[in-house]
């Protein structure tokens, strides 16, 4: 049932769209993924990586309100897309450290011909960066902290680098991007968009990031009222264009507390890059 159909039946079955109501709502939409397939352009991609499929999860924030069956249900969703790549973009728990060892016990089902990888955010730094770090190793996923690797097919190959997270790390693009030349694609993972302001690097194509959760609320015609950035509704959603690249910005997939959202659906994103 999407929201069209939940306020119709709630009009016809006479039900006042009542607080209770709205928070009913809001329960649901928080747990509505909806599957983003955005089709964007990296300069200089080969043509080997032409219509490359990457699946870019984020914000899940396993919890007292994300469980793990909704995680589990995101990770047969992301497999049944069979994308080339997996990409994760931070906060994997919210509120205990208890939380993060099972978030990737389920993340290690999580399969790509060309592998998974991920970065930190804000929460993990919060709640557990060494469980966090060992989450990582036991789920046999990538961690680019800071970090890049070459992705190849053939004698072509792609930059995929990863920043730490802005808020609570260090981030640093330049061992991210490593050897890359202006020549190469480059792709880069930071889980706060805002790291992008403050980027230089004209080597830096395309950025993936989440964090602002779409608001989490959204006002038609007003906004989200609580964005957290520095740049207002800048970096809501979508794909946005910063000072020397793109960033495009998901909604994410969990909540943090409450555990609801409004015209904000979770969202995981499917992206197919093309050359720019």
């Known amino acids: 049932m999407n929201r ?4 119709k039946a709630a009009l016809a079955t006479a039900v006042p769209i009542t607080p209770i109501t709205a928070a009913s709502y809001g329960l649901y939409e928080a747990g509505s993924v909806k599957i983003e397939r955005p089709t964007i352009p990296l300069p200089n991609l080969p043509s080997a990586f032409e219509g490359l499929r990457v699946a870019f999860l984020t914000d899940i924030h396993h919890g007292p309100f994300i469980g793990l069956d909704y995680i589990a249900s995101v990770v047969r969703t992301t497999l049944a897309l069979t994308p080339d790549l997996i990409l994760l973009g931070g906060d994997y728990s919210s509120k205990d450290a208890k939380y993060i060892g099972p978030c990737f016990d389920v993340l290690a089902g999580l399969k790509a011909p060309l592998g998974v990888f991920g970065v930190l955010g804000n929460h993990d730094y919060r709640h557990g960066i060494d469980e966090t770090h ?8 990538t961690e680019l902290t800071n970090a890049g690797v070459w992705l190849t097919r053939g004698t072509s190959r792609v930059r995929l680098g990863g920043v730490d997270d802005l808020w609570y790390g260090q981030p640093d693009v330049l061992p991210a991007v490593g050897d890359a ?3 190469d694609a480059c792709l880069i993972v930071s889980h706060n968009p805002d790291f992008a302001e403050k980027l230089r690097d004209s080597r830096v194509g395309l950025i993936l990031s989440g964090h602002t959760h779409g608001g989490q609320v959204y006002v038609p015609g007003y906004g989200a009222p609580i964005v957290p950035s520095r740049y207002g509704q800048k970096y809501l959603h979508g794909l946005v264009e910063a000072p020397a690249t793109r960033v495009y910005v998901s909604r994410g997939l969990g909540t943090v507390t409450p555990p609801m959202r409004y015209n904000s659906r979770p969202e995981l994103t499917l992206v197919t890059l093309q050359s720019a």
Not at 134 to 141: D, K, S
């Open 134 to 141: 060992a989450g990582f190793r036991a789920a046999g996923i």
């Open 181 to 183: 030349t202006p020549a």
């Open 4 to 7: 069209r159909s939940f306020l």
